[in-house]
């Protein structure tokens, strides 16, 4: 089993992101409550026979006792403040400066006093949390009684592990080289009850033209798996998925996509080659990828903006959604760094008024979606909408 723990910090950090913006305005704050049931993890569980399983297990583990360090830490603090949050539930953000980075911790609870159900750590770069480091941090998960359940590093290689209702080890599964994964369950005695070991796709910048092909001309699967080996191996995976993007078939396009919009590195080429691609691909599905990852790339992607324009003009309507709703997030992204005194390059300021025009009109659009679906075509744009 491959564990690819990247895969869901674009929704997460948009997630906080937007705890951020929309908790500042609540005027009320409940008290942390007690902190998380913190089990001691039990060390008596059968070992693993597949070379290096062991040793991943046990980084893993490790890296556990840290986070539940500062877990403790917060709460000794005094720093959890719960405040009700917009999508439902009560959460608690706590941002912090460690070792010349930026730290966000988000904790989410299922009630104003219940328990806490996860907390997950980001690190970034920056102050403004732009530039994560998609390397660093980590979830945990605790059950409706608030109990460790479950542990994910955000490492390529760390793994997920799993622990019973006492802190026995449930199951485990990581990368324990370039090439093989593990995964393996536990009875709640520490009995090994299964494991098994698989070879998978290899990582890094010389196994780039390998992904490429696979990404290519690989099966359903392989392709899935060569786009996640792209996104670990990092920003020199770019120009291969550029190459995939311009000539794969459109499952491959639209991976090439994704992986282009997780690695987000706006340089010329890329802007410029996905603006180009959203006028002329003839896929809508691959269309509208490009311009979901132009609207993640944001004010960096100024350059595809007249493509966009025309795109939620001119194209059909899943893909001009998702047109104007880059526009829109360019334009919102824009108005933040220019209110908080960046120099950074921005639109210019006609094009912006143009563009917050759209907004308007973007929320026309979605009335008539919603009106789609209940008469029971273009089940396509609805899709994309409910994504979005």
Request: glycine content about 8%; charged content about 25%; proline content about 4%.
């Amino acid at each position: 089993m491959k564990i690819n723990p990247q895969s869901a910090i674009v929704s997460l950090t948009v997630l906080f992101g937007t705890s951020l913006v929309l908790l500042s305005s609540c005027a009320s704050a409940a008290p942390a409550g007690s902190p998380p049931n913190l089990l001691e993890m039990k060390s008596g569980y059968e070992k693993l026979k597949t070379p290096g399983a062991n040793e991943a297990l046990e980084r893993c583990l490790a890296e556990l006792a840290k986070a539940q360090e500062d877990v403790r830490v917060l709460y000794a603090e005094g720093r959890i403040e719960r405040r009700p949050h917009p999508q439902g539930g009560w959460t608690a953000v706590v941002k912090l400066a460690e070792d010349g980075h930026y730290v966000l911790y988000g904790l989410m609870f299922r009630s104003e006093t219940g328990p806490i159900s996860s907390v997950s750590k980001f690190v970034y770069a920056d102050k403004q949390h732009k530039h994560p480091f998609y390397e660093i941090g980590y979830e945990v998960y605790y059950d409706t009684e608030g109990r460790l359940e479950k542990f994910q590093p955000r490492r390529a290689d760390a793994g997920l592990v799993r622990f019973h209702s006492d802190g026995a080890i449930k199951s485990f599964g990581a990368a324990v080289d370039a090439m093989t994964s593990v995964s393996a369950d536990w009875a709640a005695d520490g009995k090994l009850q299964s494991e098994a070991a698989s070879r998978h796709l290899p990582r890094g910048e010389k196994a780039l033209p390998e992904l490429e092909n696979a990404l290519r001309n690989g099966s359903e699967a392989l392709k899935s798996q060569a786009a996640a080996a792209m996104v670990d191996t990092g920003f020199e995976s770019i120009p291969y998925a550029l190459n995939v993007l311009k000539d794969g078939d459109e499952r491959s396009r639209c991976l090439a996509v994704g992986v282009i919009q997780r690695l987000r590195k706006p340089e010329d080429e890329v802007i410029s080659t996905l603006a180009r691609r959203l006028r002329e691909d003839e896929s809508i599905a691959v269309r509208t990828s490009i311009a979901v990852c132009l609207g993640a790339i944001g004010p960096a992607a100024e350059a595809a903006i007249s493509a966009l324009e025309e795109a939620s003009v001119k194209d059909v309507p899943a893909v001009a959604t998702a047109a104007k709703t880059a526009l829109e997030r360019i334009v919102l992204k824009a108005d933040s760094t220019q209110s908080q005194g960046s120099q950074g390059s921005t639109p210019s300021q006609g094009r912006l008024r143009g563009l917050r025009g759209l907004r308007g009109q973007l929320r026309g659009l979605r009335g008539q979606l919603r009106s789609l679906e209940f008469s029971g075509v273009n089940s396509v744009v609805w899709r994309f909408r409910l994504r979005s």
